[in-house]
Nanobody, 124 residues
């Protein structure tokens, strides 16, 4: 069983930056694919970014491409989401997810473990 704990959320002005972290226990990230999803109030959970076992393959939603960067430090067993040029529409609860099958998955159904989420609020 993989446990995931997100941190790094908060309130930031539009144009600012935040870095989210996701720490894993129970299994190392070197044998897990990882992803970030988000859910805004009244909306469905949506894909943000994902990364393969080694970090060599990444995928991004079009809405965040060029602004967000997903990375992982397998030695620290942590995945990061660097968010730059934040917009009010990025406001959401951000969830970290892990998958045992290698790849940069976009479909939430590929992920079997989820964190509890961290709130990101971007003010205009």
């Amino acid at each position: 069983q993989v446990q995931l704990v997100e941190s790094g959320g908060g309130l930031v002005q539009a144009g600012g930056s935040l870095r989210l972290s996701c720490a894993a226990s129970g299994r190392t990230f070197s044998s897990l694919a990882s992803g970030w999803f988000r859910q805004a109030p009244g909306k469905e959970r949506e894909f943000v970014a994902s990364i393969s076992y080694s970090g060599g393959i990444t995928a991004y939603a079009d809405s965040v491409k060029g602004r967000f960067t997903i990375s992982k430090d397998n030695a620290r067993n942590t995945v990061y989401l660097q968010m730059n040029s934040l917009k009010p529409e990025d406001t959401a609860v951000y969830y970290c997810a892990a998958a045992t099958r290698n790849g940069a998955w976009k479909d939430s159904g590929n992920f079997g473990s989820w964190g509890q989420g961290t709130q990101v609020t971007v003010s205009s």
